[in-house]
């Protein structure tokens, strides 16, 4: 398997444009989550998915912000509009469905990260 | 309101030597803990997880410690090699928090030759 695979990998973009981040998670994995890494605040969970529906989005920092998930194989991470302070890396991730414990206890498989710049 | 805390940003070690990492939680539900590790342009890779009904769990070189009473664990590396240099981050879950992990800031690890 490919792992998580998110895209761009990179983007620079100016203030008040918007940005589209994608994911494509590990075919068979029930959780999709989004996160978000700055130095201050460490690894911040905006959201997360469970069977494509979005169960948590208490992290999703303001309204510019919108995460879907329209398949099993396909999630965004919209930001319009961009702000300087959104500059940070996003990292999308999936994990399994529960094996016996709980959801969180399943191991999270993190994809590549996307390094945004927000000028 | 950060409920894991990794007090210290960074760690220089001696290759050989012990490498210790301390996180701190402050929600007394959490009940399962991780140490994920991340390399440069790279995303998290999952290291260790303790249940709360241990104190300790053990996995090669890598050993992660809890104390529940001061809400404490540690992740103790033995010995230290320059391929563990790298962001250490602890993480925290309950069932009551459904599929969600509650991540610290991390800890840059050096070890140096």
């Known amino acids: 398997d490919a792992g998580v ?3 761009p990998r990179h ?13 494509k998670p590990i075919s068979g994995h029930d ?12 690894l911040e969970l905006l959201i ?6 979005p169960i948590d989005d208490s992290g999703m920092p303001e309204d510019r912000f919108s995460a879907k998930m329209p398949n099993a194989s396909f999630s965004t991470l919209k930001i319009q509009p961009s702000e300087p302070r959104d ?3 996003y990292f999308c991730a999936s994990s399994l469905g529960s094996s016996g414990g709980y959801p969180s206890q399943e191991t999270q498989y993190f994809g590549p990260g996307t390094r945004l710049l927000v000028l | 309101d950060q409920q894991v805390k990794q007090n210290s940003p960074s760690l220089s070690v001696q290759e050989g030597r012990i490498s210790i990492l301390n996180c701190d ?5 959490f009940d399962y803990f991780l140490w994920y590790k991340k390399y440069p342009a790279e995303g998290p890779t999952f290291l260790i997880s303790i249940s709360s009904i241990k104190d300790k769990n053990e996995d090669g070189r890598f050993t992660v410690f809890l104390n529940k009473s001061a809400k404490h664990l540690s992740l103790h ?7 563990d240099s790298a962001v250490y981050f602890c993480a925290a ?9 509650i991540f610290g800031q991390g800890t840059e690890l050096s070890v140096k030759p």
């Open chain 2, 93 to 101: 879950s309950g069932n009551n928090q459904g599929g969600k992990l």
């Open chain 1, 48 to 53: 997360y998915f469970n069977n494509n529906v």
């Open chain 1, 87 to 89: 500059s940070a890396v």
């Open chain 2, 77 to 83: 590396i033995v010995p230290s090699q320059p391929g």
């Open chain 1, 31 to 42: 959780y999709l989550f989004w996160y978000r890494q700055t130095m201050m605040r460490g």
């Open chain 1, 5 to 7: 695979i998110q895209s």
């Open chain 1, 11 to 23: 983007e620079v973009t100016e203030m008040g444009q918007e940005v589209t981040l994608r994911c």
């Open chain 2, 25 to 29: 939680y402050t929600n007394s539900m």
